[in-house]
């Protein structure tokens, strides 16, 4: 009676180690991304920003807020509307993060408005008010 036990016991303590380790993982036919299989992420507009509305398309209280941060920025001359457009951000940075920065992670409705003033252009991006951030990346 002796022996079945012990040999009980053996039996179940392999079951138990067999159960606990760790299997090999299956092969993945789907071949892991690198650097060289992904394409750059494109964080920028590429080519020349075209005009697609008018002052009409930007709230009266965001324009007014994008000519007062420019004349506080000591801008003189009076801003054309090159863009605006709504948009859809990934997060509180409105697209246009600034290293050391943490910002909300959640999706953030907003609006990108560009400006032009004697040949600068000014990219400004706004979340849920109308509080105008500078993009000068």
């Known amino acids: 009676m ?13 079951l138990i180690l067999t ?16 650097s060289s299989t992904r394409p ?3 964080t920028t507009t590429p080519g020349p920003i075209t005009p697609t509305g008018t002052p009409a ?8 807020a994008i000519e007062d941060d420019l004349v506080a920025r000591g801008v003189a001359g009076e801003p054309v509307l090159v863009s605006a457009e ?5 997060d509180g940075s409105l697209g246009c993060a600034e290293p ?31 509080s105008p951030k500078l993009c000068t990346r």
């Open 86 to 90: 709504n948009v859809t951000f990934n």
């Open 100 to 130: 050391g920065q943490a910002y909300t992670q959640a999706i953030v409705e907003g609006m990108r408005v560009v400006v032009q003033v004697d040949g600068t252009a000014y990219d400004y991006r706004f979340g849920a008010g109308d």
């Open 19 to 34: 159960a606990c380790a760790t299997e090999a993982p299956m092969s993945d036919p789907t071949p892991t991304p690198t």
């Open 57 to 64: 398309d930007v709230p009266a209280a965001r324009w007014s």
């Open 40 to 42: 750059p992420l494109a």
């Open 2 to 14: 002796r022996r079945i036990t012990a040999a009980t016991a053996i039996v179940g303590l392999a």
